[in-house]
């Protein structure tokens, strides 16, 4: 059971890494691709003002809001809370003593989850105010 536990554990910290690494690596190319639309335009003679410029390198093109970000993100957190319970009540059928530590992942996750949403609201705010 000990090293099925830590193969599984290994696991699941290279399947983190690869995504970590994943996204990196798209930031990357994006910033890259993004470059290389200013050098062409550069080298083709034409002129550029700022406005384009910064709505270019700007992430997601000048679309990305932190609030719905932190919102969106809240909103699939939480939806996770009620898998992970579910999870535990069928492993609990192999190994009891589970369930109260998916109970508690579980919990976790939610109060995770409302604190992204919470933080979403806060940042919601900070938009209004700089608008007004």
Do not use: N
């Amino acid at each position: 059971m000990g090293t099925a536990a830590g193969l599984g554990a290994l696991g699941f910290w290279l399947f983190i890494g690869a995504i970590v690494v994943a996204g990196i690596w798209f930031d990357v190319r994006r910033r890259e691709t993004e470059q290389e639309t200013l050098r062409r335009v550069v080298e083709s003679g034409q002129t550029i003002d700022s406005a384009v410029i910064d709505k270019l390198l700007k992430v997601g093109g000048g679309q990305s809001r932190t609030d719905r970000d932190l919102k969106v993100s809240g909103l699939i957190v939480i939806s996770l809370a009620p898998g992970i319970a579910i999870l535990g009540w069928f492993l609990a059928k192999l190994q009891p003593e589970v369930l109260s530590v998916m109970l508690g992942v579980a919990i976790l996750l939610g109060l995770l989850g409302i604190g992204l949403l919470i933080a979403g609201k806060v940042a919601e705010r900070w938009y209004e105010e700089d608008r007004g």
